[in-house]
């Protein structure tokens, strides 16, 4: 079975500041890993994906993470926020075969930047 | 290309009634996936359809039953319903075959409130 832990539930930054949301993730197979956004009153948003090959893997809206194998993390980070990325994000796992393509959710990091 | 449309966006329904959720994939998807996502939590995978029958679910009761239609578009029923209930329910769609699968793209959910 799978689980994700995001450690931390709420994350306050300034505008232009840099961000980090962390997400680590418990599996005995390999898993996809991913990243979603939802804006208040939303649905789910893909932000970036890992599949497999380079650990570090760029999104969309300037987002990056990096997948690290050995401490089972997979880290989301911005160099410079800004307003409209107020949000809650999700890290997300799946197993990469099955049909049935279940994903497994964190309890989701709500970032606030601050002007 | 038609995003993944839900219907109603909201509801309120009184504890011990049925209540039926209705969702669209986006247009060449075949694969239809519903999730809970109580107040503050991530999502919880519900089940998945797949050429009209459940391909996968997750730790739900079978008061919580779907059904998935010749055109891919999905229901979701609830029967006697409970306050803890309440929750936005998400509906996602993909394409299994596409070597794609774990890409699902999310609807913007309908918000059911149990009074």
């Known amino acids: 079975a799978q689980s994700v832990t995001q450690l931390d539930s709420q994350v306050p930054v300034f505008e232009e500041a840099p961000v980090e949301l962390r997400c680590n993730y418990s599996?005995?197979?390999?898993?996809?890993l991913f990243w979603y956004v939802q804006y208040p009153n939303q649905g789910l948003q893909l932000l970036l994906k890992y599949l497999s090959g380079s650990t570090l893997v760029k999104g969309i809206n300037g987002f990056e993470a990096e997948f690290n194998k050995s401490q089972t993390s997979f880290h989301l980070r911005k160099p410079s926020v800004h307003i409209s990325d107020t949000a809650e994000y999700f890290c997300a796992v799946s197993p990469p075969r099955g049909s049935a393509s279940k994903i497994i959710f964190g309890s989701g990091t709500r970032l606030s930047i601050r002007p | 290309e038609t995003g993944v449309t839900q219907s109603p966006t909201h509801l309120i329904k009184t504890r011990g009634q049925q209540v039926t959720l209705r969702c669209s994939s986006q247009s060449g998807h075949n694969t239809v996936s519903w999730y809970q996502q109580a107040l503050g939590q991530g999502p919880q995978f519900i089940f998945q359809?797949?050429?009209?029958?459940?391909?996968g679910r997750g730790n739900f009761p079978p008061r919580f039953s779907g059904l998935q239609f010749p055109n891919y578009s999905s229901e979701l029923n609830v029967n006697a319903l409970e306050l803890d209930d309440s929750a936005l329910y998400l509906c996602?769609?993909?394409?299994?075959?596409?070597?794609?699968?774990?890409?699902?793209?999310f609807g913007p959910g309908t918000r059911l409130t149990v009074t």
């Open positions: 359809y797949y050429r009209e029958e459940e391909n």
């Open positions: 996602a769609s993909s394409l299994i075959g596409s070597g794609k699968a774990y890409e699902q793209y």
């Open positions: 599996s005995s197979v390999s898993v996809y």
